[in-house]
């Protein structure tokens, strides 16, 4: 029985015909080229790997070299078949990717990558030309654009080094393509010889060893300055914001069980268990306190019978990507106990849910009338942590994949869940100005809420920290009446009149925290100089809670993330401002008494830090001479810019004498940059090898009468354009632009003294045309 064949369908012989006759492509023979072009993409897979922490390489890089495999031996035929198979491909691709882009409408950049790194193996099967090539390292760059955006660690560092090491000889080896260059790459250096002639063409072979190692230390080193250099700026302009995570979680909701604080590194058993979890994090990580901060739960000790004389193992629990720095708050409390804190009211949870079609919580609005600043921050989480989700004070939006969340009466937000490895959030929050003459002007009127919970304290407890209060604030050379200026104050003493310690008294009974602190001890753990700032403000009426979290950070500059680690965690106090808000103040020594927050440049906090680095390598006497002429310098260019500006602010004669000024300057300014223009360029040239300056020579001479040559254009292109601008003197540029391709690409060596006289014959028949 004879087998039907697609080929003599109605409808597809004549297709198939019409394909037949299309004449074959002019394929590409560079075997290096290909295998490099296959390693570059290789290596983009890879960084997407790496990055997101996937597992398409094991998969991808097999397929990907046998398709590149089949290409090579197949690159002579037409290969109808396997195109019409690619296209289907194609297009199932297409479909997988759209229903992974709704199943994922939150962060949609691995989604790409995947629908990018399926297409390039379908797309591999078919590579007979240079433009299918092309195509490749198009992919391979975007693939490395994409894994740059999901990483969040320096592993991606190394990758971007070896992409960047292997495309350049990929971008020689294209270019030579296009000049028809194919064979004799290293035939220069394959000769053994010695000679000083042969050594020349090895040193200026297209892919000579030193010279691409010059050019990638060039790039690097060019590109480190520009990195250095350049302004940072807020990092986020969109509002769908990366969530991951929601698998296990988008199911978890709030509970009887789960309602209250699990802090699985501190509390064991029953209270510790993560009911959504089964208590697995009680059992891992469960070290006495040595992996997480003791402060993360509703009711904390800080004796030496609670935990913060405990010290912890330095480990990274967060990632965080913020628009400006801060203190990422977890938890507050609101009842003074003595020896520690609790939340009075742990059980009053606002829940807030989420619409089933998108991630976003709204949480709550901006309060009082001051000035805020939206702050775009998100976490990743690198090492589990308690249900409470770190943020900058004030948030208003949230980004999280569980169903709902919970608000406590502190402000706090809650999970029904703890937050496991490798989940990431995002949080929207509209923090406060800092206006201190805003704050210094704020009422001290409080509402009954407010003075019923905040300015809670035993009686014996007030009537003695009041005293030492006010014996400090009598120290000041000027009355303090504002409630701000008495907080900035109190702190900045505590600071100054306590020490931190290693060890602390055993209360005696019936001994107070804050009593034992300031009389016996003079000092105390890190935890208990917040402790004291908020009883002593609420001994003299001004409302203070205890607030606990994580501190900025390290910020990784490469990466563009905070490094927070479990030792960043610590407490400080929150102060209430009516019409205003709470504000932030941290007594510790050797912290900053006002924490980070955007009110600090970090347009430039890469130079900033690196000249910190400097410094530190630095004898102080050099590092202070530095910074010495830094600060002259700029109060030299301050004082010329104010007088410039008295002079020409001066009236009308002042205008024109600062319009006279501006245009000589300019003109002085203009003279310099063309004669050191010239005197770079002639240096240029004078390094160059003869062939290579002739070119350059007549390429600045046909550029000086407007005739310049496209960055894209081969310098055979180039002389078969001139041809039709330039008639009379296009056989000269295309003689020279022979000889230059001849000895850049072929090894050939040109008559030097002949094309000087034609050079010099071109640029007395150009001097005769108009330009």
Known sequence: METLNPRHLPLLKQLWQRLESIPAPKTEESLLLRVLVQVLVI??????????????????IPLGIVGATWSWYRRRRRNITAKFAIAIGMLLAMAAFFGNLLANLNDTRLVLAELLIQLQILHSFDLPRRKDLGYSMVIGLILLGVAATLSETLAFAPILLLFLAIALPVLVLDYRSRLGFVDGIFEARSRNTKSLKQKAKANYSPLSLKRLSLFLAVILALGLTIFALMPRFPGYQQFTFPVTGAAELENTTFNAQNRGIFNPGVRSGAEGEDAGNNGEDGEREGEGGEGLYYGFQSQIDQTTSGGADKPLKPKVVLRVRSQAPGFWRVLA??????????????????????????????????????????????????????????????????????????????????????????????????????????LRAATAKYSEPIRQYYLQLPPEVKKKVSAVAEELLARSPKPITSPYEKALYLAQAIKQNYSRTTQFPTLKRNEDLVEAFLFRNE????????????????????????????????????????????????????????????????????????????????????????????????????AGFFSYLWQKTAGAIALLIGWLWRLVSNGVVGALIGLVLTISASFLVWLIWSNWKTWRDRARLAKLPPPERLYRQMLNTLAARGYRKHPAQTPLEYARAAQEQHPSTAPTIEEIAKAYVGWRYGNQNPNISDLQQQLRALTRNLRQLKP
């Open 523 to 622: 000092g105390g753990y890190p935890d208990q100089f917040a402790t004291v700032l908020t009883v002593m403000l609420r001994s003299i009426g001004i409302p203070a809670r205890l607030a606990v979290g994580f501190n900025t950070g390290e910020f990784n500059p490469f990466t563009g993330f905070y490094l927070v680690r479990n030792t960043d965690a610590h407490a400080l106090t929150e102060v209430f401002f009516p019409d205003y808000g709470w504000f932030t103040f941290d007594p510790l020594p050797g912290h900053e008494l006002i924490p980070q927050s955007f009110e600090e440049p970090q347009t430039f906090v890469v130079l900033r830090q690196f000249w910190n680095w400097v410094a530190g390598w630095l004898p102080p006497p050099v």
């Open 43 to 60: 290596v983009g897979i890879i960084a997407t790997d790496v990055a997101a922490e996937t597992q398409m390489s094991l998969w991808a």
């Open 333 to 438: 409390f609101d009842r003074y106990t003595g020896k520690g804190w609790d939340i009075s009211r742990d059980e009053q949870l606002i829940t807030v849910e989420r619409p089933s079609w998108s991630y976003r919580f709204f949480l709550s609005s901006a309060y009082g009338r001051g000035k805020t600043q939206e702050v775009v921050q998100t976490y990743t989480v690198v090492n589990s942590l308690p249900n409470l989700l770190p943020a900058l004070t004030h948030p208003r939006w949230l980004y999280f994949p569980t169903p709902e969340v919970a608000l406590d009466a502190e402000g706090s937000i809650r999970s029904p869940a703890s937050l496991r490895e490798g989940l990431t959030y995002t949080v929207i929050s509209d923090v406060p100005q800092r206006d201190r003459a805003q």
